[in-house]
């Protein structure tokens, strides 16, 4: 694997850090928190990091329930994908150390999988819109594999939990997949809210 220099990967992480969700329609450049989302969002574990994060697709959201939740999945998808790639950047660190070594390849295939089952529940999500056995059927696979890509996730973050990983790159990867993990939390919420509905 070709090695870059730190100051490049600095430039490489700072880029990702301003990855900008590229599959949700262009946001609206006031935000502001519709009663709508406020009231949806408030049923989640993180409310706060809901409305501020679905806010600025307030005027796309309307709303419609459906459109709230292919949103919120939407956004996490493409929030994980970035991580996925800040992580492949990480691993091009020069000197790290074995353990951190492991714990970067173990986070990606988890991250993979995350990124893998988000997209087949984003594109589960638009056979939602008929009511009945259907509807029943297409959801109950949007919550599983929401439910697991959470799970991954997490299991990518308790990777860089042992004292023995310090540093950087252990900072910037708990703290961007806590975020990850929360945006998700947070869609897997609203999608239990929807199905309930139905």
Known sequence: MARISNWSLVFL????LLHIEPSLSSPSPSPSPSPFIKSSCSSTQYP???VSSLSVYAS???????QLVQTALSLSLNRTQATKTFVANCNKFRGLKPREHAALKDCAE???DSVDRLSRSLKE???CKVKGEDFTWHI??????VSSALTDESTCGDGFSGKALNGKIKDSIRA????????TSNALSLINHYAAQH
């Open 13 to 16: 992480l700072i880029s990702t």
């Open 48 to 50: 706060a990091l809901c």
């Open 60 to 66: 796309s959201i309307q709303q419609d329930p459906h």
């Open 110 to 112: 988890e991250i993979s």
């Open 125 to 127: 999500l638009k056979l």
């Open 140 to 145: 109950s696979n949007v919550e599983t594999w």
């Open 176 to 183: 961007r997949m806590l975020n990850v993990a929360q945006v």
